[in-house]
């Protein structure tokens, strides 16, 4: 007999249900299931407040050095302070210390508190250098190091105060130092912050297993984070109170739903995660403007936003949102041009840029996507599968658990891949994403995108300290990777929560950083 999660599954992945029709199953499948199940809190008694947040995956890494995946980034905010933060409008302001510009290339950071590191030690102006000079040390293999590679040198002058000098002056300097600062007697013995974290942030650690990741905040309340890899469990368990909130990663259809059940609710907030479809510039048909491009035009994405995410995102044209300090307004990417698209491809074809080799039996340019197991992202992969049919391409699926999925895409072991950024603040990203000197290990240039122009706009954007002129810069940037499809924009997708009503409120930020945890109560008794 097959499970609730296993007939729900089956049923999704028929294209044509209508939204009506999903929902109804989605009800049918859910509802059936809590009869099952015992009422109300399921959490073990342990005297201790607990809130139990249900996650797609456990974090892959809580060593701030290395993570780069949204979810292990909005964990270890909890565990670790950094430098500088972003308010709400994408603008630079202290965290642990202040800043002055001394001149082009000389910043001065004054620690501003010496929070204790959760293994006693107060944090000092040695563990900010020694946070800094290892992530620049090669054989660390920090992937922010790219990122970094301006700095020249960081030094202590005393216990407040840290000098940053750098080769060449950076007007977006200041915002790169998000990253978590680790205690320098630790650094010196080489240890492994991935197994168990000491940051100096609001969460302690406390144990992690297959099963769950537990902190423990300042006033002794527990964040249990629960990896529930399936959508449709996650939510089983949040209705038979076994977790307490989900954020994202749930299909428009289970939000509806949770948004119906008188034991739930649900709030939506405007976000900021970059959906996207990235290319490998060394395949041989990817590298050609005009594949990209029928492939651009062959996605209907406003028809996918209504279908997919019941409205809840927006089109878009470039990795920042329009009303940044440095976005685009009107940059919304490319229009749905179906007859387009297949004329770029018959021109391809008729050029010999395509190959006949490279063409099926049938006529279709065979293409791989490569995507993640979550269903909805599978969902996504089969629209885009029938969409690019109707041009002449298709599309094979290759989906696996997170892990292995994030692995390929950063070794570059893909044709076609789909993923978002989040949390997105400063346009540094730029340099990090897309100069051409910043493939793996040195950045996240995944799909080997090399372009004169971009390098160009890149360097004299990160050089200049007039904020009107770079401002300019990043816009004209922007325009000329929607223009060169570095990869293809897709969408900006709302944040969403959907929690039990024992809750209290919940802050909700549009990068879906986890810092409304550290304050959420949870009225139920343990």
């Known amino acids: 007999m097959m499970s609730a999660s296993s007939k729900l599954e089956s049923f999704v992945s028929k294209s044509r249900l209508s939204r009506r029709a999903f929902l109804k199953s989605h009800a049918l499948v859910l509802s059936g299931a809590s009869l099952l199940s015992t009422q109300g809190c399921s959490h073990e008694p342990s005297g201790v407040a607990q ?3 249900g996650v797609t995956a456990r974090p892959r890494m809580l060593d701030p050095r290395q993570a780069t995946d949204a979810l292990s980034s909005r964990v270890n905010r909890l565990i670790y302070r950094q430098l500088i933060d972003f308010n709400e409008s994408f603008e630079t302001i202290p965290d642990l210390a202040t800043w002055q510009l001394v001149s082009p290339t000389h910043y001065r950071f004054t620690l501003q508190m010496f929070p204790q590191f959760h293994h ?11 946070t800094y000079l290892s992530i620049l040390d090669p054989s660390t293999g920090s992937a922010h190091r790219g990122s970094l590679k301006n700095i020249a040198s960081v030094e202590a002058l005393d216990q407040q105060t840290i000098d940053f000098k750098l080769v060449e002056p950076d007007a977006l300097f200041v915002g790169r130092l998000v990253i ?8 010196q013995a080489s240890y492994e912050f991935s197994k168990h974290p000491i940051g100096c942030g609001e969460c302690q650690f406390v144990s992690m ?49 949770c948004e119906k059940h008188p034991d739930l609710k649900a709030t939506w907030h405007a976000g900021t995660s970059f959906g996207y479809v990235g290319f490998n510039f060394k395949d041989s048909l990817l590298q050609h403007l005009e594949m990209r491009q029928a492939i651009a035009y062959g996605i209907d994405r406003r028809s996918v936003i209504n279908a997919m995410f019941d409205g809840h995102a927006r089109l878009a044209g470039g990795l920042l949102v329009p009303e940044h300090w440095c976005g685009v307004a009107g ?7 179906p007859e387009k698209a297949k004329q770029l491809i018959a021109n391809l074809k008729k050029s010999g840029k395509i190959p ?25 992969a089969t629209i885009y599968q029938a969409q690019l049919k109707s041009i002449g391409i298709l599309l094979k699926i290759q989906s696996y658990d997170w892990g292995t999925f994030y692995s390929d895409i950063k070794q570059g072991r893909f044709q076609l891949y789909s993923l978002a950024w989040v949390g997105v603040k400063s346009p540094d990203i730029f340099q990090y994403v897309f100069d051409s000197q910043a493939v793996p290990p040195k950045g996240a240039n995944r799909g080997f995108y090399q372009d004169a122009l971009a390098d160009q706009l890149i360097s004299e954007a990160t050089q200049t300290q007039d904020l009107a002129k770079q401002q300019a810069l990043y816009r004209q940037l922007q325009t000329h990777l929607q223009d060169t499809l570095a990869v293809l924009p897709l969408w ?16 909700m930020f549009a990068d879906g950083r986890f810092d409304g945890l550290l304050s959420l109560k949870n009225n139920m008794g343990q």
């Open 356 to 380: 006949p080799g490279l063409v099926n039996s049938e006529g279709f340019i065979e293409l791989s996507y490569k995507t993640s197991s979550d269903p909805t992202r599978i969902r996504l």
């Open 331 to 337: 940059l919304e990417g490319f229009d749905f041009q």
């Open 180 to 187: 978590g600062i680790l205690p320098a007697d630790l650094l």
């Open 51 to 53: 809130i139990h947040m």
């Open 120 to 130: 006693g030690k107060p944090l000092e102006a040695v563990d900010v250098v020694a």
């Open 209 to 257: 297993t297959e099963q769950r990741l537990v902190l423990k905040r300042s006033d002794a309340h527990e964040l249990h984070f629960v990896p529930v890899k399936d959508a449709t469990v996650r939510v089983l368990k949040l209705q038979k109170g076994e977790l307490d909130i989900i954020q994202n990663d749930l299909s428009p259809e289970l939000v509806n739903y």
């Open 492 to 507: 900006y997708e709302d944040q969403f929560m959907v929690a039990r009503n024992t809750l209290g409120d919940v802050k």
